[in-house]
């Protein structure tokens, strides 16, 4: 299976192409099982859009000279620019300019911006020049003491989740890019980590494994043995799979308490790219039980999971949880890609429910909408307020992971499966197969409004699935028109509405899926409790006292705060009989509370530079 491209197979072509009959119509087929690439989806205007614009303009405010500066010391060549502060003058330099190549990668994939594509270029060859003063394949922008460090379990930062790092963006510049140097020093890279892991046993290669993070080796190594057909790398990738996390996870057991969330995640990613590698079943069936014990027991309402970087307590207790460090952001953006995997192989909308879930409320706050700046840890415990990094001196992992997010924010709106075509996340849209004379434009005022326009382009009539998803928090059955005509619905909260017919240029849907006020409450705290509509996360404003930039800027979290305390909520019968919208054109609500007349809430991630809460108390007046 090639990872994020869309194939298409020569019937296609033929129904596409030529003047066909409707009979050899009947038999189009998009092809493979896949993901539609972000190479063919364009957003339109809305808060996505509006946060790739950000991240684009970001990635071109920084230097890649700066970000080589380390590469060349290590590799005894000269620096052009001085390199930049925070992380990168740490032990886990290099890692950045890892994301960074990824991040452009997907930038210029998403949106054609040719600056993206001469940066890749430029890096990619630089980085190449390093490699070969090195003169044996090593690249890093740290010294190889560091992995002498971490193959005698002596202290050192995660050599391997900084030059997983640096793989993971070489493999993107290849796939996004097709840039042929990347894949040359990628596997130069390679071949040398080989032969540094040959020589240790198995015993060892497990201490170190458990000594410190990885990242996702496994991942990249099987990615780059699909790519090249090299059986070392294969093997190479065998050798990264991490017993200690697995061997209780292949007979169900959780036992993740105590576990660094992010170093667990990645690895459980390489395992399922694993999956489709070997077709192991005990390798599927590991990723399954781990993806519905995080998503089912561990997770936020906002679809992050972790605090201080780890799970701390027990399943089903997240109550605890609740903090100042919780909900790294780097867990989000690895579940997520984890949740791709998975909907792939059975097409299930619960995962695409959780994907929209982690997307909005996980993912889309984390981006300060004027400066551009990416969170590191989200907070969860009531009263605190978002911090971000700084643009030269911070370069965290979450900014890294930050910089992909709204890179690649539109690879999961449409996925195509032989003769199936899904629409999974309600985001405008634009998908475009221009080799076959077909796109969809899909427009929607989501979440502000409920509906939905899908409007169909194409040379020729087509004949192929339409499967609409009807999200799991739809508050009555939606209402589906085919150019203008309604369709009878029959069906669940958490399915696809099939439509199933040849489709030709002009032909329009409109779908209105209704969205209501509800409560999602904690299993170990039935009274503390989150408010939602339809699928938003809705978030308590408590004011700006005391905060300024030097607060919200270049700290992991509100570390130096106690946080604000909050009022009660007062809940009286269903949500919807005292939970009010005050504004028909935005999501603005107002709910009362103890000692008050009502407090304002808005969408989670429409909140910025003031203290907030998502968790409430509720009690009754």
Known sequence: MENFRLTIICAVFLAAMTGCSEKSVNEFSFGNPNITGINHVRLLAGPFDDAQKRDLQYLKSLNP????????????????????????????????????L??????????????????????????????????????????????DRVETIKQVWAPYYTIHKILAGLIDSYTWCA???????????????????SQLSDMQMQDMLDHTEQGGMNDALYQLFAITGNQDYFDLASKFYQKSYFKPLAVYKDSLKGQHVNSFIPNVIGLARGYEITGNESYRRIVEFFWNTVTGTRSFVTGGTSNGEIWGSDNFHIHSELGPSSHESCCTYNMLKLTRYLWQWNHDPNFSDFYERALWNGILPTQHPVTGMSMYYVPMAPGFYKTFGTPENSFWCCTGTGIENFAKAGESIYSVDKDQLFIDQYISSKLELDSLGFSIELVTGFPENEKVEILIRSERPLSFSLNLRIPRWVASDPKISLNDRLLDYSGNPSSYFKIRRIWRNGDKISLILPMSVNLECMPDSPDTCAVLYGPVVLAGLLGDSGLDEKKTYGHYGPYEDKPVQIPNLLANGLPVAWVHRTNVNNLIFKAPVQGADSVQMVPFYKLFDQRYTIYWRKEKN
Not at 179 to 197: F, H
Request: aromatic share 10%; charged share 30%; proline share 2%.
């Open 179 to 197: 840039d042929s140097t990347a894949l040359e020093v990628a596997c130069k890279m390679s071949d040398w980590i080989n032969k540094r892991c």
């Open 102 to 147: 990824s991040a452009c990668s997907m930038m210029w994939a998403a949106t054609g911006d040719t600056a993206m594509l001469t940066r890749v270029r430029y890096l990619t060859r630089e980085l190449k020049l390093c490699q070969d003063a090195n003169n044996d394949g090593y690249l890093s922008a740290f010294p190889r003491e560091f992995i």
């Open 65 to 100: 000279d700066r970000l080589l500066a380390t590469f060349r010391l290590t590799a005894g060549l000269e620096p052009k620019a001085e390199g930049y502060k925070g992380w990168e003058e740490r032990e886990l330099r290099g890692h950045f300019t890892g994301h960074y």
